[in-house]
């Protein structure tokens, strides 16, 4: 009598899911985060830095979905780099991916502590943040669609309240707030003002950062071929237009320096239009959170398909590669992702460090996975070209080989100036990278008996 077979991921989302997934995965970015970016380079600076990051992000993307749609792996980009480049190119691939997955959600998970801190003084933040881990890690052992249906759901309230933020600042808005010393404190542009742009660029990545986590959903899309360049297009798309509104609406309500260096500019910028007890400020926060759970939520559904899919290689223990019996989903490798992010929760004194706040350090680090990310995801899309002249593309980037190079160029140049002005937290990304491949060396064997291996040797 044949063996039953082992419990697989379900193929159930549709197209307008994915684009849910696609916004929700980015859209806590626009209400914290970038505006730290401020602090350095202004907000004019700000906005050079973040132009260059939106067309980095937009060649990226139509660049990304021609692999996406190619290769729909649970593992994305280390699916793509071990295909091009082998073991070793995966593991790059792969290690990026999950710093970029893991790190993403502690920063989001506080800023929903510091925005129910508004509501709740009483409450602290670091608690706030555990209780959401909780609540979100069950959410999506349940089952991917109850996930990605309620993912749509938050996403759409959370566009709602960014349109109604900007709504309700409209009356307020005045370019002299956002021109006033908009060049890294001044208001005329001097050179002085360019090394704050290029230390400002990880909070610009932060507007889009994440969206790239589709393509871990591709293995339960129902059509990935037709519905994933759809998700992703339509996806960026609303992003830039909600980053370019949030941004400009928020500069203008009154003095943007009041809102550098927080983790709720959004409330705090409202508050200089409506006053403190206005309803509009209470509606905010606690429709500002949906954006906050909307991220969060589904960077978690990400970080469990990365793990899942490295588990399933051999790259990470196997046990953190089973599936839920009743359930499908990787539940061990939600909880895994969870674990490592509740301790960066209560790692002030490890992450704290170069003169700036807890959050600011591991928003940084999760971008520089993500940089690293790009870098080899764009190398492995011209590699496959050469090497896999007959891989089926359902999807071609357009303007080949322009839009890639662009996207890779640019995406080494965030990565050297990131590098440049946190040198500190670039070694410990290099130093975890260091330890990590240590490990993939040493666990060959595994890796070549593993359901999804490769061979042991790494490339």
Same mark, same amino acid.
């Given at each position: 009598?044949?063996?039953?077979?082992?419990?697989?991921? @379900?193929?159930?989302?549709?197209?307008?899911?994915?684009?849910?997934?696609?916004?929700g995965?980015?859209i806590s970015?626009?209400?914290f985060g970038w505006?730290?970016?401020?602090?350095s380079a202004?907000?004019?600076? $700000?906005?050079?830095?973040s132009?260059?990051v939106?067309l980095?992000?937009?060649?990226?993307?139509?660049s990304?979905t021609?692999?996406?749609?190619s290769i729909?792996h649970?593992?994305?980009p280390?699916?793509?780099? %071990?295909r091009?480049?082998?073991?070793?190119?995966?593991?790059?691939?792969?290690f990026?991916?999950?710093v970029?997955?893991?790190f993403?959600?502690?920063a989001?998970?506080?800023?929903?502590?510091?925005?129910l801190?508004?509501q709740?003084?009483?409450?602290?933040?670091?608690?706030?943040?555990v209780?959401?881990?909780?609540v979100?890690?069950?959410?999506?052992?349940?089952g991917?669609?109850i996930?990605a249906?309620f993912?749509l759901?938050?996403?759409?309230?959370?566009?709602f309240?960014?349109?109604?933020?900007?709504?309700?600042?409209?009356? +307020?808005?005045s370019?002299? @707030?956002f021109?006033?010393g908009?060049?890294?404190?001044?208001d005329?542009f001097?050179l002085a003002?360019?090394p704050g742009?290029?230390?400002a660029?990880?909070?610009a990545?932060?507007f889009?950062?994440?969206?790239?986590?589709v393509?871990?959903?591709?293995e339960? *899309? #129902?059509?990935?071929?037709?519905s994933?360049?759809?998700?992703?297009i339509?996806?960026?798309?609303?992003?830039?237009v909600?980053?370019?509104?949030?941004?400009?609406?928020?500069?203008a309500?009154?003095?943007?320096?009041q809102?550098? @260096?927080?983790?709720?500019p959004?409330?705090?910028?409202?508050?200089?239009?409506?006053?403190?007890?206005?309803?509009?400020?209470h509606?905010l926060?606690w429709?500002?959170?949906?954006?906050?759970v *909307?991220?969060? /939520?589904g960077?978690?559904?990400?970080?469990?398909?990365?793990?899942?899919?490295?588990a399933?290689?051999?790259?990470l223990?196997g046990?953190? +590669? &089973?599936? /839920?019996? %009743?359930? /499908?989903?990787?539940h061990l490798?939600?909880?895994?992702g969870g674990a490592v992010?509740?301790?960066?929760? $209560?790692?002030?004194?490890l992450?704290?460090f170069?003169g700036?706040?807890?959050?600011?350090?591991?928003v940084t680090?999760?971008v520089? +996975?993500a940089?690293v990310?790009?870098?080899v995801?764009?190398?492995?899309?011209? #590699?496959l070209?050469r090497?896999?002249p007959?891989?089926? &593309?359902?999807f071609?980037a357009?303007?080949?080989p322009?839009?890639p190079?662009f996207?890779?160029?640019?995406a080494?140049?965030?990565l050297?100036?990131m590098?440049y002005y @946190?040198?500190?937290i670039?070694?410990?990304?290099?130093?975890?990278?260091?330890?990590?491949?240590?490990?993939?060396?040493?666990?060959?064997? &595994? &890796?070549?008996?593993a359901?999804?291996g490769?061979p042991a040797?790494?490339?």
């Amino acid at each position: 009598m044949q063996a039953a077979a082992p419990p697989a991921l @379900n193929k159930s989302l549709g197209t307008l899911q994915l684009w849910g997934i696609a916004v929700g995965l980015v859209i806590s970015g626009e209400y914290f985060g970038w505006s730290y970016g401020w602090a350095s380079a202004g907000t004019l600076g $700000f906005l050079v830095a973040s132009t260059f990051v939106a067309l980095m992000y937009t060649t990226f993307i139509f660049s990304f979905t021609e692999l996406t749609t190619s290769i729909p792996h649970a593992g994305g980009p280390f699916e793509y780099s %071990r295909r091009a480049f082998g073991p070793t190119g995966g593991y790059i691939a792969g290690f990026a991916t999950l710093v970029e997955f893991v790190f993403a959600p502690p920063a989001i998970a506080l800023a929903i502590g510091a925005y129910l801190n508004v509501q709740f003084p009483a409450l602290s933040p670091k608690v706030a943040a555990v209780g959401a881990y909780g609540v979100f890690m069950v959410l999506n052992i349940v089952g991917v669609q109850i996930a990605a249906t309620f993912e749509l759901f938050v996403t759409l309230l959370a566009i709602f309240e960014l349109l109604v933020f900007m709504g309700v600042v409209a009356p +307020g808005f005045s370019s002299a @707030n956002f021109l006033k010393g908009g060049w890294s404190g001044q208001d005329s542009f001097s050179l002085a003002a360019v090394p704050g742009m290029f230390a400002a660029i990880p909070f610009a990545i932060w507007f889009f950062l994440a969206i790239e986590g589709v393509a871990m959903a591709a293995e339960e *899309a #129902k059509n990935p071929k037709r519905s994933i360049p759809i998700a992703y297009i339509a996806g960026i798309l609303t992003l830039l237009v909600l980053a370019a509104g949030v941004m400009v609406f928020a500069g203008a309500a009154g003095d943007w320096t009041q809102l550098a @260096n927080i983790n709720d500019p959004l409330p705090q910028a409202m508050k200089l239009i409506v006053g403190e007890q206005s309803g509009w400020l209470h509606m905010l926060v606690w429709l500002g959170l949906f954006g906050l759970v *909307a991220s969060f /939520h589904g960077i978690i559904l990400g970080y469990s398909r990365q793990i899942y899919a490295l588990a399933r290689a051999g790259v990470l223990p196997g046990v953190l +590669g &089973r599936i /839920h019996p %009743r359930f /499908h989903t990787p539940h061990l490798a939600i909880l895994a992702g969870g674990a490592v992010g509740i301790a960066a929760i $209560f790692s002030d004194e490890l992450i704290s460090f170069g003169g700036q706040t807890l959050t600011a350090n591991i928003v940084t680090m999760s971008v520089f +996975g993500a940089i690293v990310m790009y870098i080899v995801s764009m190398a492995s899309l011209f #590699k496959l070209r050469r090497a896999e002249p007959g891989l089926q &593309r359902p999807f071609v980037a357009p303007l080949f080989p322009f839009f890639p190079a662009f996207a890779l160029v640019a995406a080494v140049v965030c990565l050297v100036t990131m590098a440049y002005y @946190n040198a500190l937290i670039a070694c410990v990304f290099a130093g975890l990278g260091v330890v990590g491949y240590v490990y993939f060396r040493a666990t060959g064997a &595994r &890796r070549a008996a593993a359901p999804d291996g490769l061979p042991a040797q790494a490339s």
